[in-house]
């Protein structure tokens, strides 16, 4: 029994999280060809997808590479638009507007070459915020051109970036390709029951139009119920809601008023009285949603806010309210199942994290997934210490956004209360005061958000910093040619990149050459 | 500058076409456009490559005529130092255009900017509302090279599907200067080349590929010939 191969794999649950994940496990597997471990998909015709999550992570491009569908097939049929960051506006005063960005690009890797001592020091200028100092990337947005030319090759950038996209449409491009180039069986079905075995491990689940299904491995996308892990096996839920206090979101998706409406070349997060708006750019809509906790707001407010975010276009628009439950299983792997996407975990959408643990999970489960049953229980345990760190470390980072704002409206002035931060931020924050963020702060190979976006967040929101020893920082004039190095890249790339949407355009005509 | 305008017997009664041995125009082109039917003339005369247009991304095969943008080494006052002259300079500045692709049929265009398009010398375009037989001449030629555009634009699709074209960074130290890159060129992978199944090497016989594979590949022993133009 114990050495038996594992032979099938079923995703139940067709959303970002399912077709990602069988897509991945079909490719890694080679599940197309005759005699491979057998990746199957079973998908509920009439439970909706979450719909939302559509700003993504620089990983979506080696993800789509690995995958082995084109960049600009991508672009093409899931509008979608390129993502250099995100720009947190009004998230430091609830007075005086201001904003930052957290990039994806700096001209110097921190962890090898930090800049940020010279930068405090001046060196870099006296009125030059942070990033401004160490990346071009902040002033190509701003003025909406994109990280690339057509001369690229496809996933390759001038700039580092990520996509906005239609959630609908990436699922509906993902399903077409999983299952005609990468071997994914699809069943359309809801599963009314999941069945254990005697020793608590998955047995089948039991569909309504397509009978019992079997596999000898099974992978829980069915979004916020946790059909299998949750509620089939039990495995509990640890809510994080006294840590992150947004609890709902209301959405709208606004089309563009005209077709050449230039577009974000990032991702705008607008702090609010009771949480913030985001605001993503296809190519044919705007997607906008008010993230909020409902014990600051009620919800008809909260949407009033939001439809006075986006002005008179919001009137003839529909609004959808969609309840968030923010924490994580205590187990995200246990036996014969593992969950990925919202049945795994949610946060707030803060920093598009969501879709990159969904391809961090798919990735980590098609490598670790074992050959033999025999070694599935160190795999589970790897893969549950590793899930946890990776979401406590995203819960803290989401946390820095919120512990560092001076905005005074009670839901603001409860999120940064010193209670509610967990410790092991506290300490990082604590430590940060008198010396540098550090590459041994992330020493971890799993961190999910790397040195570069801490440091773009904490001086974006004006993180007061006072280095204990200055004396330490003898390398002005190398920081100094990166800094000249910054300054001279952004008037080049300002006359060399295309604007966002004449570079699409080009795009959908030509395609980028293969090499 | 270039300003491409359609030909119309009205409005260019009065011009006339004048033609300069010495193409002043590319004077300072260092990368000339090729058709795939000049390969095999146009390799005894200068390395050809494979460059992206910048304007679409798409690969386009050129002869390499100098060694940084702004440089042209086969050009000179006093005439034009290669054996070959590439179709597209010498039918300068007309060409042709499709209005609708696979239609078949061409509009001729004059780059409206030339000096060599104008009122004053040349031969006259326009007789009678109808263009002169020189005219008709020349928009042959023009709508030849168009047709043989297209034939380089499958000739390159297919070196991309076979995977067949490689990136070259040529590094070039002139004496008494730093030694820089010239980026952005691409040439033939002669190592995957040798690995083409009996079947793919077939395929390339279509349009007289084959030819032109080995007229690349030919045409890099001019590359040195065009290092050695520089130090004279
Ligand atoms: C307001 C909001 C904004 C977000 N923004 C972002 C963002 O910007 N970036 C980001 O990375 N993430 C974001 N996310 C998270 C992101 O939306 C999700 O992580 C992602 O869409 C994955 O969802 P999922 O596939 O796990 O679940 P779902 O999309 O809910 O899919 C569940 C699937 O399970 C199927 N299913 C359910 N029950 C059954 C059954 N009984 N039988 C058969 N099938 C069944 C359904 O049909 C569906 O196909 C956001 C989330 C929210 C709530």
Known sequence: ?515 | MTNIVALDSQQHQQHKLREDPLFPHIASAHILPLEVTEFAAAAVSFPIVFVKDSATGQFRACALTGLQPGQNLYWQPSGWQAAYIPLAVRNYPLLAVQPEAQSGDYIIAVDADSPLFNQHSGEVLFAADKGTAYLQQRARSAIALAQSSALTQQFIARLLELELLVARTLTLTPKGAEPYDLTGLYGINEQRLAQLTAEQWLSLRANNGLLAVHAVLMSMSQLPLLVGRLAQ
Not at chain 1, 65 to 72: H, M, N, S, T, V
Not at chain 1, 104 to 130: E, I, K
Not at chain 1, 265 to 288: E, K, M, P, Y
Not at chain 1, 290 to 297: C, G, L, M, P, R
């Open chain 1, 1 to 515: 029994m114990q050495t038996e191969a594992i032979r099938s794999v079923l995703v139940v649950g067709g959303g970002t999280a399912g077709w990602l994940t069988a897509a991945n496990l079909a490719q890694s597997f080679n599940s197309g060809a005759a005699g491979a471990v057998s990746v199957t998909l079973i998908e509920s015709p009439d439970i909706p997808t979450i719909g939302v999550g559509e700003g993504t992570w620089p990983t979506m491009r080696a993800t789509l590479q690995k995958l082995g569908i084109k960049e600009d097939d991508f672009l093409r049929s899931c509008n979608a638009t390129f993502k250099q960051g995100t720009k947190f506006i009004n998230w430091q005063h609830s007075e005086l507007p201001g904003s930052y960005h957290h990039l994806f690009t700096s001209v110097s890797d921190p962890t090898q070459f930090n800049l940020a001592p010279y930068w405090l020091q001046g060196r870099a200028g006296d009125n030059l915020s942070y990033a401004s100092a160490v990346s071009a990337q902040g002033v190509i947005a701003e003025l909406g051109l994109a990280p690339k030319k057509i001369t690229n090759k496809p996933y390759e950038g001038v700039l580092n970036y990520a996509y906005h996209l239609d959630a609908g449409k990436f699922a509906e491009l993902l399903k077409n390709h999983a299952q005609q180039k990468l071997g994914v069986q699809f069943i359309s079905a809801n599963v009314l029951d999941v069945t254990l075995a005697a020793d608590g491990s998955i047995a089948a689940v039991v569909t309504d139009t397509a009978g019992t299904q079997q596999a000898d491995f099974y992978v829980d996308c069915t979004g916020f119920q946790s059909l299998l892990l949750g509620k089939a096996m039990g495995v509990g839920f640890r809510s994080v809601a006294d840590t992150l206090l947004a609890d709902h979101a209301v959405t709208i998706q606004v089309p563009h008023p005209a077709t050449d409406t230039p577009l974000n070349a990032c991702t705008h997060s607008t702090a609010q009285a009771a949480g913030w708006i985001w605001d993503i750019g296809l190519t044919n809509r705007r997607g906008v949603g008010y993230v909020y906790s409902s014990n600051h707001v009620s919800h008809d407010e909260a949407e009033q806010t939001l439809r006075r975010y986006i002005g008179p276009a919001a009137e003839s628009l529909n609004a959808r309210k969609l309840a968030m439950q923010v924490g994580y299983r205590e187990k995200f792997w246990h036996k014969n199942c593992a969950a990925v996407g919202l049945s795994a975990a949610f946060v707030e959408p803060l920093e598009a994290s969501a879709i990159f643990l969904i391809e961090a999970a798919a990735n980590m489960l098609a490598d670790q997934l074992p050959a033999l049953k025999q070694n599935l229980p160190l795999a589970e345990r790897k893969f549950n210490s590793s899930f946890l760190f990776r979401w406590q470390k995203t819960i803290d980072f989401i946390k820095l956004h919120y512990a560092l704002s001076g905005r005074t409206e009670p839901f603001w002035q409860a999120a940064r209360a010193k209670s509610l931060i967990p410790e092991s931020l506290q300490d990082l924050m604590q430590s940060w005061q008198t010396q540098p963020v550090s590459a041994y702060d992330f020493a971890h190979v799993y961190e999910p958000f790397p040195m570069e976006s801490y440091q773009y967040v904490l001086y974006g929101m004006g993180f007061k910093q006072q280095l204990a020893d200055p004396q330490r920082y003898r390398q002005a004039e190398k920081a100094g040619m990166y800094f000249q190095r910054v300054q001279q890249l952004t008037r080049q790339l300002q006359q060399e990149l295309p604007p966002q949407r004449e570079l699409l355009a080009k795009i959908y005509q030509y395609g980028f050459s293969a090499l």
